[in-house]
């Protein structure tokens, strides 16, 4: 009897504890949607799809796997929010401030970051594909380079443009950031903007000691060589397209490689 008593006396505490957070849950999300002020908040795995929540107040607030798909952030205060796993695609997060928030694995897709703080936030594990308006300041040039190469192989050469001079903007002599323009250049037909960067890459690379940048640079300068040699040859012209082709095939992963 004892037993049973104990057993249930557990099963109702735990119910209860159950239905006080999920009522105070919900006592949060109706404070933000009325005022717009819930520093602190737990409002982790809230439904905020669309929502208007420019200017909120929501600096240390638990938000982790909560859904914010293009809800309207600008200007709110998001500093120290724990943001895990949640999901800001197509968010306006225009003039918010991040500033120390956890970012780890956001979905930030298409989402608008002009004049957004992000200082002391790791990006690394987001989710920035087609992401707006980043400023340098938010991202090393290792993370600006990745996010190039993988917006490159998705054939998105405007963003993968974009990237890569942000990452040169941080670092002048980021030698990976120039040889990924080069291929960008040469995929989209601006064969002398190709060269003159490829070319900036290998003397980079050189100085720098990178074997394999150096050798994959001029590997690279040959082959277009090569190709301008054999114009007149439609023959040879078009295997030496083919073997460049599969050449410029492997060089995403090589890009990533020379950072190693």
């Not at 209860?16 to 737990?42: I, M, P, V, W, Y």
């Not at 599969?246 to 020379?258: A, E, H, I, K, N």
Request: charged share 20%; with cysteine; glycine share 8%.
């Amino acid at each position: 009897m004892k037993t049973t008593i104990v057993s249930l006396i557990a099963a109702l505490t735990t119910t209860t504890l159950s239905l006080s957070t999920a009522a105070e849950n919900l006592s949060h999300l109706n404070r933000l949607l009325g005022t717009k002020n819930c520093n602190d908040c737990d409002l982790s795995s809230a439904g905020l799809i669309h929502a208007n929540l420019a200017g909120a107040q929501l600096s240390g607030a638990n938000l982790v796997n909560a859904n914010l798909s293009q809800a309207n952030l600008a200007g709110a205060d998001l500093t120290g929010a724990n943001l895990t796993g949640a999901s800001l695609y197509g968010a306006n997060l225009t003039g918010a401030n991040l500033t120390g928030a956890n970012l780890t694995g956001v979905d930030l897709r298409n989402a608008y970051l002009m004049n957004t703080q992000l200082e002391g936030v790791d990006l690394d594990t987001a989710y920035l594909d087609g992401v707006k308006g980043i400023s340098t300041e938010a991202a090393t040039p290792e993370q600006f380079h990745r996010w190039a190469v993988r917006e490159a192989d998705r054939g998105n050469y405007r963003d993968a443009i974009a990237h890569y001079h942000k990452a040169i903007a941080i670092d002048p002599e980021f030698a990976p950031a120039y040889l990924g323009l080069g291929i960008v250049y040469y995929r989209t037909d601006n064969e002398p903007q190709a060269k003159n960067n490829v070319e900036i890459a290998a003397k980079l690379f050189e100085k720098q000691e990178n074997k394999l940048g150096k050798a994959t640079s001029d590997k690279f300068l040959e082959n277009m060589e090569l190709i301008s040699q054999m114009e007149e040859d439609i023959e040879k012209r078009n295997r030496g397209i083919s073997n460049f082709g599969r050449f410029l095939g492997g060089l995403g992963s090589m890009l990533l490689r020379l950072m190693l």
